[in-house]
Every structure is written in C-alpha cells, then in structure tokens.
C-alpha cells in the first residue's frame, strides 16, 4: 500500500481595477506567453512554465498552473576551486560549459488560479520535501504580475497572502496594543457590503494603490480601544494588505505581530504523485 503523505496548500489573493474573470485569465496567459520571470529567493528565479484550462473541472474559469523555480547562474561570477580551498583559475573555468537555456536545481510548485474568486491556490509543502514559503511566493507573483508591460496593459496588480481564519482576534487580543499599522489595497467593490464597497471605490476613483492608517496609543501605558469601524476596516485589510500591531503579551514581554505572520495552511492527506494535482484542484473547488 502506498505510503501516506500530506499536502500543504496556501491562497493568494489577486486583484486588479477594472475586473472581470476573463481579464484575470488573459493576465495569466500573457505572464506565459512572454516567458517572465523574477527573483524567487536568493539565487532562486521562477518562471510560469505551464499553463491548463480548468474550467470544466472548476466550474467555472480557472487555471491549472506549474511555476519552475531554479538557480541563476552569474558565469561572470568568481568560481570556487573545492580542492585547492581557492578562487577557480581561468584554465579551471574554461572548462565548465553551460547552455545559456539551462538552469539546474530544478523545484516546481503547482497551483490553481479560480478567476472567479480572482485567488490562486499554491503548494507550500509536500511529501516530496519540496517546499514553498508563503511570503516568498507572495512577493514573486507580485513582481511577476506587475511587469512593466503588464500595468501598462491592467494597471497594478494587488497580491495578499490570505490569513488564517479569525486571525484578526488573534492579534487583537494581546492586553495591551500600543500601535497599530493597517494597510489596505483597494479590493474589488463587488466582493464587498455596501458600506464597504463605497469606501473601496472612493480608494479606485482616487487611482489609489494603497490606503495606510496607523494609530498610537495616547501614553505608555494607555492600550488602544478598536472600534467596530476599525475592526470592519481591519477585516478587509486581512485579505487585501496587511494588519500589525505593536504590543505587549500576557508576560509584558514587547511583541510585534501582523497578519503576515498567520497565513491560511489547508492540509489534506494523498497517496501518489499523480494525485498532487487533483487534489489541489479538490481544495480549489471546495472553497469556491
């Protein structure tokens, strides 16, 4: 019997000013077609090397996806010689010969793109021991999306690593918040109340990329009191920008904590390879 592995998925947020999910497909197909790629991690590049339409098993528009991440090599880099615990002569250098289409240290990270709930769906682990950081993978898609060409084309792209469930009233909780940061990207209007949904277009018609607000505690020892306007505006910031606060624990040790720090990890049981796949699309469908 095959032995049992567990997948570890995480969900992008993706948002662009005006939207439909036709325009979020073009958006993904064009990043394919011109072959972009940007800094991963590191030494680390990625590229989106493939690219399926999964309508038919989605229901609706989507994407099956497989980034290839690997390592850039800089030729014109100083070499290191392992024997000699030196720098690699020119005689040692000119025997080394790399195809400019070649990169070694191959990883590949599969994931779904639902254009209608405009997320992406993305291995973060799996039993391969490959694994994929939340952060790094949020930055990547970012740059990836928002080439130059790109905003020309559909303005900026808003990328959010989603947080997980109630982690507002995690951070929230410590029993004193000297400071805290929320920082918003105008979601879509239609995703969001009335109320909201007023605040967010005034935010597009201002051509904002971002709203900051940050609020500080009137003395050291004075702990901030977060309205229920503030914990709206604060909810909608957790899965479009970013929320921190500034505090101190139950131990009145000084914390820093944002919702960064708490992305959502879905966690599901496979067997083979061959499954990765379909499971990942099964995780995709279930929260559409």
Known sequence: MPKQRRLFVSVLNITMQPHTPEKYIELFYDVFYQKISY??????????SKIKD?????????LLGEISIFTNINKD??????????EAEENDIKEIIIPDNLRPNLTKCFFVFDAKKHQMFFITKNGADMSFGGKCMEKFIYNLLN?????EKYGNIA????????????IFSYPHISKLSIILTPPNPDDLADEEAKLMEKLNAMKAKKMEQSYTAETRTTSLVIDDETRKLSQIASSNGYVTV?????????????????????SRQYYN????????????????
């Open 39 to 48: 800094k991963y991690h590191g030494e680390k590049f990625g590229v989106i």
């Open 54 to 62: 999964i309508q038919d098993k989605m229901k609706n528009l989507a």
């Open 77 to 86: 880099a100083p070499w290191f010689n392992f024997e000699s615990l030196e």
């Open 147 to 151: 080439s130059e060409r790109n905003i």
């Open 159 to 170: 990328v959010s690593l989603l947080p997980e469930r109630n982690v507002l009233e995690k």
């Open 246 to 266: 500034s505090a101190k624990d139950f131990y009145g040790a000084s914390v820093t904590d944002s919702t960064k720090e708490h992305p959502l990890v879905i």
């Open 273 to 288: 390879d061959d499954d990765v796949r379909d499971e990942l699309i099964s995780i995709a469908k279930e929260k559409n």
